[in-house]
């Protein structure tokens, strides 16, 4: 059964929807995550891979989940986001509009988070956010491009 465009519009919004609230609560709230009370002291680095070298580096001490929480858990984390803002609006299919929403967003993550001095403002976890979103973006377009590759095909057939 075909689910009409409307319906998936409708869809795509809950889900994102969905998925901004888990990310800000991952964020700002989860304990997990280490954002439990507030620290007296702001944190930040503003130098570029200095967190994803120290990671790799320590990668023994800090186990391989650290790691890949790090890394990649910042990128994953963020593609949904490139993922859905081409599928819910009309006019921000680009590329390059969607990784500059990431950046933006994940700006303002970091930013907050350095403010209400939970957790750090982290140029690395920018650039891996930014990273997600234009992954996200991709994902889209190459799903987007086989759907109507398919339905070409299925038209032929008709």
Known sequence: MAVNKKTRHRIALLLFGAYLILLFYFLFFSEAMGRSGTDAEYHYNLTPFLEIKRFLK????????????????????????????????????????????????????ETMQLVFKIGSFDIDDLMLNTLGGLCGCIIYHIMRRIRSMYHGIRKKKA
């Open 58 to 109: 320590y990668r023994d001490v800090l186990g391989p989940e650290a790691v890949f929480l790090n890394i990649f858990g910042n990128v994953i984390a963020f593609m949904p986001f490139g993922f859905f803002v081409p599928m819910i609006t009309k006019w921000h299919k680009n590329i390059a509009y969607v990784t500059l929403y990431s950046f933006e967003l994940s700006l303002l993550a």
